[in-house]
């Protein structure tokens, strides 16, 4: 399979755990996207990489989150201190974006992340 | 603040029918307007997607509709089938070297019944 992948696709935690995700994107992808959904309502943005470069961040990003793309390939986003309200479908979406514009989004399946 | 209106919430028609949803958008800086067809527990899958250069695109049973002037574009399902049957997410972006987030609406919860 050559789409995104994201691992794991279901997480459960107890509120105040660390929690880490992954994500694949298609290989010739220089963009990554990561947007959170609860349910019933559309993906939010939360940050994008252009290579391994972060190029913006949403303000529904607080300090508890962080993502990374080291290498310009796979990206993790970590939760410190997870919450209740952290409960949500993670996606993970790629594109090749060419100068002075971007390719179509493709999203990976998500992770569902349970906060008790 | 919803960036994208999108109506209906959810949506009921009949096999062979055709199902219209409806989105809104202000900002004129956006130029790029796609479509995404969510299963449950997948995630959202672009189906079709317009530029307002073009007032219409089709894909086979699929047409987007875009009104520039109305800040308003429609996706139309054509002889609806009970496959159809997701959430339907209208989105909008503007193209340019550093911004790509895509800006969603909160979705409408379409059902054909055969």
């Known amino acids: 399979d050559t789409g995104v992948s994201q691992d794991p696709r279901h997480k ?4 105040g755990q660390n929690v880490t995700f992954r994500c694949d994107p298609i290989s010739e992808h220089n963009r990554l996207y990561w947007y959170r959904q609860t349910l019933g309502q559309g993906p939010e943005f939360l940050t994008y990489f252009q290579n391994e470069a972060q190029l913006e961040k949403s303000r529904l990003l607080s300090d508890r989150f962080s993502a990374e793309r080291p290498k310009g390939s796979f990206s993790t986003l970590e939760i410190q201190r997870t919450e209740q309200g952290d409960s949500a479908m993670y996606l993970c979406a790629s ?18 992340l349970t906060v008790l | 603040q919803q960036q994208v209106k999108q109506s209906p919430q959810s949506l009921i028609v009949q096999k062979g029918g055709i199902s219209i949803i409806n989105c809104a958008y202000e900002n004129t800086a956006f130029d790029y307007f796609p479509w995404y067809q969510q299963f449950p527990g997948k995630g959202p899958a672009l189906l079709i997607a317009i530029r307002p250069d073009v007032s219409e695109k089709k894909e086979g ?3 987007i509709s875009f009104n520039k002037s109305a800040k308003q574009f429609s996706l139309h399902i054509m002889d609806s089938q009970p496959g159809d049957s997701a959430t339907y997410f209208c989105a909008a972006a503007k193209r340019g070297s550093t911004l790509g987030r895509l800006y969603f609406g909160r ?7 055969p």
Request: aromatic content about 16%; hydrophobic content about 35%; charged content about 15%.
């Open chain 2, 107 to 113: 979705g409408t919860q379409l059902t054909v019944w």
């Open chain 2, 61 to 63: 049973r699929f047409t």
């Open chain 1, 12 to 15: 459960i935690t107890k509120r």
């Open chain 1, 95 to 112: 594109s090749l974006a060419i100068s002075g514009s971007f390719g179509e989004q493709f999203f990976g399946p998500g992770t569902r």
